[in-house]
């Protein structure tokens, strides 16, 4: 792949550069112990993905929803390629590789960051992979076809599919174990990788450690008032995504929730005056995310129930077979097991009922035009926030990545209109924090926009 | 005789209805990929649902947002405006992100009393087809439990046996298409094939061995110089696009399309288990982009442009159709390397914009005869 003049600013190096740099800051001013950690979690994982290229090791892309556990347990370095795109859209830097990527033909009206990750692939941004990795059909159709493309744009290295089945009972934990062992097996023979039982093992332990303190971090949001602000509810999604199983993960949440449980015994709240408590759905506008803080200054709305952190999941289970262990996680337990691949009315009466026991008073859904598969259950989720939890819903139109669709102004205003009524609607009530706190700027704890995102 | 198909077609809700009120019960399915054979030897009625093909949708758009393809909110507003109610079961697949959610759509706000989703998974392997088998064993048992008696593995071969043969019947008229002065156009191929999915399966082999042997008589013209054309992509079955493209001076002589070739091609194994056998062809038929990899797809294409001395390939994609507009760039890559001009076209699931198809549909057989000229 030719790489075009100045691409090298938004490369992996680039990345790493820059999480260097921001954690310099995030020491210098001794900001939270959790957000120094994020970085060095972040800054870990762009190691990794660097140093297997310097060394000359096999490199694999993946995708968002991928968890890297088992590849990494086998010593191969994984990059979630649209992860990637996100954070360069988080930082505003991804608006040209949309147009990039329509150039290349795929379709404009996809989702943005597999658009523009297409536009930095076929801009030479990405070194070509020695293997890919997708998942299919989950998280979405417009993914998948980013694997075909990426793959077609790097002369078709060797590709594995990972088919996410639809239904997730015992029949079908079997069968994925049979697919992941065929991953294994692929992974071996392009790479002479072998299978590390124990290694994955260690890593199954580590995992179900984090989503340990996974679930007790999102359970403190339903206290009233909310100790969580906005930003950081989302903020797991990014390292878990890059370094699911490794201990620097487990480390950061850990910290970020003793950090919360630390807020709640002092009397912290999220914000000093909350006023609603707030159920998100559907895709956050990333290039945006500044939005969450503009709904807790204007509103005092704090998010307490959202589509990517609130769905029904099993705790993970015995990893004495780590490879069954695995499986029944990415089924029943992450996301993408959850979410994407079963059908969407028992998710949203989960949330409806996690919204009900939050005290959530409001609703919006984001309808991000470039996704089928939120935007196609909104009706459902509407419908069911309403009966069950007696919450009206705002559907607002953004788009994840491109400014150009939905501009902040546009979003700001439906919301605006949506709260005007609700407010009118009801007498809001106001539940203060213990303490006065200063709401911070997101923009200044870390010298970068880019902090609290997401993937 | 073709006109016979398309009234059949049109009267479709009637004759299903009918049906169902005779005692049988009418099974809605959406996408090639769910067996119809299980229906069948159920005894019951498989139905295939397509949208009305209204420009509008005015109940569908209040359930499936303006991003999601006019087909699936055709077929939802079908659903929702009572067209439908005869219907016992609706059965669908986790095709593409619109399908899906179109079912998820379907079972929460409809009242069908059977809905079910197949996991059709996204690639062929021996794990996907036992796992794929698997699920088929489930729908058989709860069609049984509906019905209240099992499906015989007689009954399965039976259902196998009427079904190969109407495939193989449509192979043989494809077949004839190859020929340098085709006998039967894209038009007329598609309303046969959409009258196959909605008609009682005994009365439309019937039909369509008649026609085989009609077509077989019909005289050609020598010197046949239409512009022989290939077309692919999003589901399409509506006859008159078909015939607005080829009015102008082309013949489709063969599509890849769901209410085409997709739809029939590969006969069902008869030899071992039938419902694995159902997994196997239902897996392994002609691929549309919801299945992985690509490559095998668009080498699959490039061997139909030999076959059938393809001269000019229209794609055609609905807007927001996210597997074949995404898939396009890659087989376009490949019809450039065989050097045959591609038309790429967006479109919404109603016929409209006549004029616009028109006009670049004229531009693009400007583009063949130049080329014809040139050779």
């Known amino acids: 792949m030719k790489r075009e003049p100045g691409i090298e600013r938004f490369g992996i190096e680039a990345m790493v550069e820059e999480f260097e740099e921001r954690l310099a800051y995030q020491i210098e001013h001794k900001r939270e112990k959790s957000k120094q950690l994020f970085t060095m979690t972040m800054l870990e994982y762009y190691k990794r993905v660097s140093d297997s290229r310097k060394e000359g090791n096999p490199l694999a892309f993946t995708s968002v929803l991928f968890w890297p556990d088992l590849l990494n347990s086998m010593g191969l370095a994984t990059f979630p390629i649209d992860q990637f795109t996100i954070q360069m859209i988080a930082q505003g830097r991804a608006q040209e590789f949309i147009l990039r990527g329509e150039e290349f033909g795929f379709t404009k009206e996809s989702c943005s960051p597999h658009i523009a990750t297409v536009g930095l692939a076929a801009s030479g941004a990405f070194p070509k992979p020695d293997l890919q990795y997708v998942t299919a059909q989950g998280p979405c159709d417009s993914q998948a076809m980013l694997g075909e493309a990426l793959n077609h744009i790097f002369g078709n290295p060797p590709i594995f599919w990972l088919n996410m089945p639809y239904r997730d009972d015992d029949e079908t934990v079997e069968y994925f174990k049979e697919e992941l062992w065929d991953m294994v097996e692929f992974t071996t023979k392009h790479t002479g990788l072998k299978y590390n039982e124990e290694k994955l093992r260690e890593m199954q332990e580590n995992s179900k450690i984090c989503e340990e303190y996974f679930?007790?971090?999102?359970?403190?949001?339903?206290?009233?008032?909310?100790?969580?602000?906005?930003?950081?509810?989302?903020s797991s999604l990014g390292p878990r995504t890059t370094s699911e199983g490794w201990p620097i993960l487990n480390e950061f949440m850990k910290v970020q929730y003793e950090e919360i449980v630390d807020r709640v015994k002092n009397g912290v709240a999220a914000i000093p005056e909350e006023r609603h408590r707030l159920v998100l759905s559907g895709a956050a506008p990333f290039w945006?995310?500044?939005?969450?803080?503009?709904?807790?200054?204007?509103?005092?709305?704090?998010?307490?129930?959202?589509?990517?952190?609130?769905?029904?999941?099993?705790?993970?289970?015995?990893t004495s077979d780590p490879l069954d262990c695995l499986a029944r996680k990415a089924l029943?337990?992450?996301?993408?097991?959850?979410?994407?691949?079963?059908p969407s009315p028992p998710h949203a009466e989960y949330m409806a009922k996690v919204a009900l026991e939050s005290q959530a008073?409001?609703?919006?859904?984001?309808?991000?035009?470039?996704?089928?598969?939120?935007?196609?259950?909104?009706?459902?989720?509407?419908?069911?926030?309403?009966?069950?939890?007696?919450?009206?819903?705002?559907?607002?139109?953004?788009?994840?990545?491109?400014?150009?669709v939905v501009s902040e102004a546009q979003m700001k205003y439906q919301i605006a209109q949506y709260f005007e009524v609700l407010e009118a609607?009801?007498?809001?009530?106001?539940?203060?924090?213990?303490?006065?706190?200063?709401?911070?700027?997101?923009?200044?704890?870390?010298?970068?926009?880019?902090y609290a995102v997401v993937f | 005789m073709i006109e016979k198909f398309r009234e059949l077609f049109s009267k479709r809700y009637q004759l299903a209805k009918e049906r169902g009120d005779q005692g049988q019960k009418v099974i809605g399915w959406v996408c090639t990929y769910v067996p119809e054979e299980i229906i069948y030897a159920a005894g019951m009625l498989p139905f295939r649902v397509v949208g009305g093909g209204h420009a509008e949708t005015p109940l569908a758009d209040g359930y499936l947002y303006t991003n999601l393809c006019t087909f699936s909110r055709n077929c939802l507003e079908e659903g929702l405006s009572g067209k439908l109610d005869f219907l016992y079961g609706y059965v669908s697949c986790n095709t593409c992100d619109h399908i899906r959610r179109l079912f998820d759509n379907w079972m929460k706000f409809l009242k069908t009393p059977y809905t079910k989703i197949l996991g059709v998974?996204?690639?062929?392997?021996?794990a996907t087809i036992k796992y794929f088998t698997k699920d088929l064993v489930h729908f058989k048992e709860e069609l049984e439990k509906i019905e209240g008696k099992g499906i015989s593995e007689e009954a399965l071969r039976n259902a196998i046996a009427v079904y190969n043969r109407t495939r193989t019947q449509l192979e043989e008229l494809y077949e004839l298409r190859k020929a340098d002065a085709p006998p039967i156009t894209g038009a007329e191929m598609m309303e046969v094939i959409r009258a196959a999915c909605v008609v009682p399966r005994d009365r439309y082999n019937q039909l369509l061995e008649d026609l085989l042997a009609e077509v077989k008589t019909r005289e050609t013209k020598p010197g046949d110089d239409r512009y022989r054309l290939l077309i692919y992509g999003s589901e399409l079955d509506n006859p008159d696009y078909l015939q607005l493209i080829e009015d102008l001076g082309g013949i489709v002589v063969f599509d890849d399309l769901c209410m085409g070739s997709r739809y029939f091609r590969d006969p069902v194994g008869l030899n071992g288990d039938p419902l694995r056998a159902l997994a196997e062809r239902y897996l392994t038929k002609p691929l549309c982009p919801?299945?992985?990899?690509?490559?095998?797809?668009?080498?699959?294409?490039?061997?139909?442009?030999?076959?059938?001395?393809?001269?000019g390939v229209i794609h055609q994609a609905l807007k927001f159709c996210d597997l074949h507009s995404s898939q396009f760039p890659m087989s376009q890559a490949m019809f450039k390397e065989l050097d045959i001009p591609v038309l790429n076209m967006e479109r919404?699931?109603?016929?409209?914009?006549?004029?616009?198809?028109?006009?670049?549909?004229?531009?693009f057989y400007e583009s063949l005869e130049g080329r014809r000229v040139q050779r």
């Open chain 1, 332 to 342: 029943r337990t992450n996301f993408g097991g959850r979410v994407n691949f079963t």
């Open chain 2, 348 to 363: 919404e699931y109603a016929m409209a914009g006549h004029g616009q198809i028109k006009t670049r549909v004229s531009a």
């Open chain 2, 290 to 311: 919801r299945m992985h990899p690509t490559p095998k797809r668009v080498e699959y294409l490039r061997e139909q442009v030999k076959d059938y001395k393809v001269e």
């Open chain 1, 425 to 450: 609607s009801q007498a809001a009530k106001v539940v203060k924090s213990a303490k006065s706190v200063e709401l911070p700027k997101y923009d200044d704890l870390d010298g970068n926009p880019g």
């Open chain 1, 288 to 318: 945006c995310m500044k939005i969450f803080d503009w709904l807790e200054e204007e509103f005092g709305a704090v998010i307490v129930v959202d589509y990517m952190n609130s769905y029904a999941r099993d705790p993970m289970g015995d």
């Open chain 1, 361 to 404: 008073d409001s609703a919006i859904f984001f309808a991000h035009f470039g996704c089928r598969q939120t935007c196609g259950q909104y009706r459902i989720i509407v419908e069911v926030l309403k009966e069950i939890a007696g919450i009206n819903c705002a559907v607002i139109d953004v788009d994840i990545g491109n400014p150009a």
């Open chain 1, 215 to 234: 679930t007790k971090y999102h359970e403190l949001r339903k206290l009233v008032p909310s100790p969580i602000r906005n930003r950081e509810a989302f």
């Open chain 2, 121 to 126: 998974p996204v690639k062929v392997t021996e």
